[in-house]
């Protein structure tokens, strides 16, 4: 199935959007399944969009356009919603002409047919997702993939004077209003987390604090510094600074949460809120080895931290288990970090861009595929405790379909992974189409793991399909031409 969203396209709700849901999505994709609304949003086509004239009105445009399925508000006390809009007006929508039955016929063709593909009309016993065993969930395979997926997930996004990794055996002292963070680092929607509880029992997460006092062979200490991300009054500050002062070692965690992002709760700015900064700066003051810690979702402008002597850890959101993950990085016990998937501006973007205006390509540009300006860590960007070389074998191939390989090599001392991007960039798009200004595009990334001194080839299968760009009209188009290809490590060890 497909979600329609809360947003107008073009001027029309996406949900009553018949461009967007029949033309697009039905009869230029192929698209065969069924199309549900997000909570609410049939009802916005009236409410906040003002786009329909009445409660049946709205009903009719969103299953004209190809709605199948609304998505209402659960009643207090029922685990399900057993009323909707289109329960409650589709009929008065038939009978004034507003819609037909056809109409209606169809999405319950289409919200049917996929239970029909899924088996869910079949005897039970001929259903797989009946028979899946209790001993299924959790096992030690999956959770050894959730833990080694959270710890690739993980960015080292500067580490000055080699602060990291910490030295087992020290004193470090854990500072910040996220140092103790349970279900914050678990974003939201969510279900039960812990065994017995209610859906807001994180009791059984464990925190940084927690998990770098069990890696950590010598003393932690802690203090919190501010009581949430939103704090403003620095009455905590001198016992943060004076616990840093006793400390070898200093970890900041630091951030966003709930209160601050999310959905329908939009941000303004695009730096740490609160007077989180500076904390942090009093924090540097000390002379201590500090690293700072980042928990968020979306991006963070660090503007005055750029430069600073302190080493910094995008950890965003990360997960049931990213306290171990994190202390496991810190500590130097896993060498396997990530890489940037979004580009992160400095503050001002924020106010010298407008943010309503959906153009990527207008300048100074969107994400890291039109972006003119100096972002303060681009897309792709991620440190390793060791460093890494990348060569091409041999002369690369000049046409497509090919093959291009690559040589990796550790040449540090210690073991890690790299990831390897393939970015490529048209050379002759016809100056009218926005792909024109396209700087790289991702086609592909490979992560390899190697011991200190050891190679390995990495091969990039490249089809012409692989360098599409879009039209003007949205439409996906591989234009005649010559492109480079690039594949890079994101931190300077490339080739073209």
Same mark, same amino acid.
């Given at each position: 199935g497909v979600m329609c969203s809360y947003n107008a396209i073009n001027g029309v709700p996406s949900c009553a959007n018949d461009f967007l849901l029949n033309t697009?999505?039905? =009869?230029?994709? &192929?698209?065969? &399944?069924? *199309?549900?609304?997000? =909570? &609410? @949003? *049939?009802?916005? $086509?009236?409410?906040?969009?003002?786009?329909?004239?009445?409660? =049946?009105?709205?009903?009719?445009?969103?299953?004209? @356009?190809?709605?199948? *399925?609304? =998505?209402a508000s659960w009643p207090k006390d029922q685990p399900w919603s057993t009323g909707s809009w289109y329960i409650d007006h589709a009929g008065d929508a038939i009978q004034s002409g507003l819609m037909t039955e056809a109409d209606l016929d169809r999405a319950v063709f289409n919200a049917l047919w996929i239970r029909f593909r899924l088996g869910l009309f079949d005897p039970i016993n001929d259903q797989p997702y009946w028979h899946v065993p209790p001993e299924a969930v959790r096992t030690e395979a999956n959770e050894n993939l959730a833990k080694d997926a959270t710890v690739q997930s993980l960015v080292l996004l500067q580490n000055p004077s080699n602060i990291l990794p910490l030295a087992q055996g020290r004193t470090v002292a854990v500072i910040g209003p996220l140092g103790k963070a349970q279900g914050i680092m678990l974003g939201n929607y969510l279900g039960q987390i812990c065994p017995g509880g209610s859906v807001s029992d994180y009791s059984c997460v464990q925190t940084p604090l927690d998990a770098i006092q069990k890696t950590n062979t010598g003393t932690t200490l802690y203090s919190q510094g501010l009581k949430s991300v939103t704090d403003t009054s620095m009455s905590g500050f001198a016992s943060a600074v004076a616990t840093a002062k006793q400390a070898d070692y200093v970890i900041g965690f630091f951030g966003l949460d709930g209160s601050v992002e999310g959905e &329908?709760?939009?941000?303004?700015?695009?730096?740490?809120?609160? *007077?989180?900064?500076?904390? $942090?700066?009093?924090?540097i003051a000390t002379g201590k080895p500090v690293t700072i810690v980042l928990m968020n979702g979306g991006i963070v402008a660090i503007d005055s931290l750029r430069t600073a002597p302190a080493a910094i850890v995008e950890a965003w959101y990360s997960g049931f288990y990213g306290g171990q993950a994190i202390a496991d990085a810190l500590f130097g016990r896993r060498n396997s970090w990530g890489k940037m998937p979004v580009t992160v501006y400095d503050s001002k973007f924020t106010e010298e861009f407008d943010m309503l205006d959906f153009n990527m390509s207008q300048a100074p540009g969107r994400t890291y595929r039109y972006f003119t300006g100096m972002p303060l860590y681009p897309f792709g960007h991620g440190l390793s405790y060791t460093t890494f070389s990348i060569e091409f074998p041999a002369e690369p191939p000049r046409s497509l379909p090919n093959d291009f390989t690559v040589t990796v090599t550790n040449t540090g001392s210690v073991a890690g992974d790299e990831v390897i991007m393939g970015f490529f960039y048209p050379l002759d798009i016809p100056a009218t189409s926005p792909a024109s200004k396209l700087i790289k595009q991702l086609f592909g990334f490979e992560r390899v793991t190697l011991q200190p001194g050891a190679s390995t080839n990495v091969t990039f299968s490249v089809t012409e399909d692989q360098l599409a760009t879009f039209n003007s009209a949205g439409d996906r188009v591989i234009y005649r031409g010559r492109y480079d290809l690039v594949f890079s490590n994101g931190i300077g060890a490339e080739r073209k």
């Open positions: 697009t999505l039905r =009869s230029s994709w &192929g698209f065969e &399944g069924y *199309v549900t609304s997000d =909570s &609410g @949003a *049939v009802e916005d $086509i009236l409410n906040n969009h003002h786009y329909a004239n009445n409660q =049946s009105d709205a009903v009719a445009d969103a299953l004209k @356009a190809g709605c199948d *399925v609304i =998505s &329908g709760h939009d941000r303004h700015n695009i730096t740490l809120p609160g *007077v989180q900064e500076q904390l $942090i700066e009093s924090l």
